[in-house]
């Protein structure tokens, strides 16, 4: 068993991060919720721990960075076409609220500093859905 755990550790996951091509515009205080809660997953300005560099927790990071960013990215903003920013916006409305977002395996144990309070998910959720009525 612990031949198969290092030899794991040989199947690495890229790691790096693309450049920032536009941010999101948003007030300040909705900023650094979004940095602190979201931008891990859906910003090209992922910050990659220690622990992500250790299979096979390496690889299922990987893939969630991967489709969060594919989803949503803060940092491709402006290659949203105008008509998708208004779903993408009510779409962060609604997972805010339901508190499907951030997911519990990110915030528990390794990032519960991510974890929303009641403001701030009001804060997020209101700001989603006036920045999506104003598209």
Same mark, same amino acid.
């Given at each position: 068993?612990?031949?198969?755990?290092?030899?794991?550790?040989? !199947?690495?996951?890229?790691?790096?991060?693309?450049?920032?091509?536009?941010?999101?515009?948003?007030?300040?205080?909705?900023?650094?919720?979004?940095?602190?809660?979201?931008?891990?997953?859906?910003?090209?300005?992922?910050?990659?721990?220690?622990?992500?560099?250790? /299979?096979?927790?390496?690889?299922?990071?990987?893939?969630? !960075?991967?489709?969060?960013?594919?989803?949503?990215?803060?940092?491709?903003?402006?290659?949203?076409?105008?008509?998708?920013?208004?779903?993408?916006?009510?779409?962060? /409305?609604? !997972?805010?609220?339901?508190?499907?977002?951030?997911?519990?395996?990110?915030?528990?144990?390794?990032?519960?500093?991510?974890?929303?309070?009641?403001?701030?998910?009001?804060?997020?959720?209101?700001?989603?859905?006036?920045?999506?009525?104003?598209?």
């Amino acid at each position: 068993m612990p031949a198969v755990l290092l030899a794991m550790q040989l !199947v690495t996951c890229d790691r790096t991060n693309p450049p920032v091509v536009s941010d999101i515009k948003t007030p300040d205080d909705v900023k650094v919720v979004l940095r602190r809660s979201c931008y891990d997953c859906h910003s090209n300005e992922t910050v990659w721990r220690w622990y992500h560099h250790i /299979a096979p927790g390496s690889w299922l990071v990987h893939r969630d !960075v991967e489709e969060g960013r594919r989803h949503l990215n803060f940092s491709e903003w402006d290659g949203v076409p105008p008509e998708k920013r208004s779903k993408k916006l009510q779409g962060i /409305a609604k !997972v805010v609220a339901s508190g499907d977002m951030p997911p519990w395996w990110y915030v528990y144990p390794m990032h519960p500093g991510a974890n929303l309070s009641d403001q701030e998910t009001a804060l997020l959720k209101g700001w989603a859905e006036s920045a999506a009525k104003s598209m």
